[in-house]
């Protein structure tokens, strides 16, 4: 069984920043994708940003220049950088990734969600 345990959500002030930290663990033998999804209310869950294995990290353009994903693969984690923050990016944050379990077998796996609030 594989979880996604996402910690550093909270309240900040406009301009603010926050590190989003995401951890998988369980019966892991590799992740192709890890990324960060949010969603706020009343609203469908976005992309936020993502990171393929061998390749580069995408951003949604509203958040470019001010969001930055980091990958630490021994330790099966991902992190979000959010600097400059804005109210616009108030929403509960999602940490998303695609495991195998087993070789070849890859499945999605989602996190709980960890909320993150902008606003004076």
């Known amino acids: 069984q594989v979880q996604l345990v996402e910690s550093g959500g909270g309240l900040v002030q406009p301009g603010g920043s926050l590190r989003l930290s995401c951890a998988a663990s369980?019966?892991?033998?590799?992740?192709?994708?890890m990324a960060w999804y949010r969603q706020a209310p009343g609203k469908q869950r976005e992309s936020v940003a993502i990171?393929?294995?061998?390749?580069?990290?995408n951003y949604a353009d509203s958040v470019k220049g001010r969001f930055t994903l980091s990958r630490d693969n021994a330790k099966n984690a991902v992190y979000l950088q959010m600097n400059s923050l804005k109210p616009e990016d108030t929403a509960v944050y999602y940490c998303?990734?695609?495991?195998?379990?087993?070789?070849?077998?890859?499945?999605?796996?989602w996190g709980q969600g960890t909320q993150v609030t902008v606003s004076s």
């Open positions: 369980g019966s892991i033998v590799s992740i192709s994708t």
């Open positions: 998303y990734a695609i495991i195998a379990t087993r070789v070849g077998h890859f499945t999605n796996y």
């Open positions: 990171i393929i294995s061998g390749s580069s990290t």
